[in-house]
C-alpha cells in the first residue's frame, strides 16, 4: 500500500478479552460474595468443558460465559429483593451457600439443554 494512503489509516491492535475479570466484574455487579473464587471456578468449568467436548458443535466463548452470568445475576437479583421484603430470610451463611447454587443453577439451564444426550454422561 502507498504511504500516502497508508497514512489515512490507524493502526489496530487486536487482543483476547480477559475473560477472568470480566466474570469477576459482572458477578461483583451481581452482589455475589466472593465474586473472584466464584469467576475462577466458572472459567475453569468453561476450559475444562472446551478441552473435553467437541469444538465444532459448541460454543464456549465469552458469549456464553455472559449467559451464564447474566442469568444468575438475574437469579442473585430476585433473591436479595425476597430477603429485603421476608426479615427471616436474611441469613449471610445462606446467601453464600446461594451464591455457588445460583451460579450451578445457571449453568445447567443454559448450557445443558445445548448439549448432545452422549456429552451430558461425560
Known sequence: MPDNIKSLFRHVKVVTPDVLKIAETVLELGQFDKPKDISKKLIIFYQTLACTLDKGNYDWTLRSI??????????????????????????????????????????????????????IEI
Open 66 to 119: 455472559k449467559q451464564v452470568l447474566n442469568y444468575s445475576s438475574l437469579k442473585m437479583r430476585d433473591l436479595l429483593n425476597k430477603q429485603r421484603n421476608d426479615p427471616k430470610l436474611e441469613e449471610k451463611d445462606a446467601l453464600k451457600k446461594d451464591s455457588q447454587f445460583i451460579i450451578l443453577k445457571a449453568v445447567n439451564q443454559i448450557i445443558k439443554p445445548t448439549l448432545r444426550s452422549a456429552d
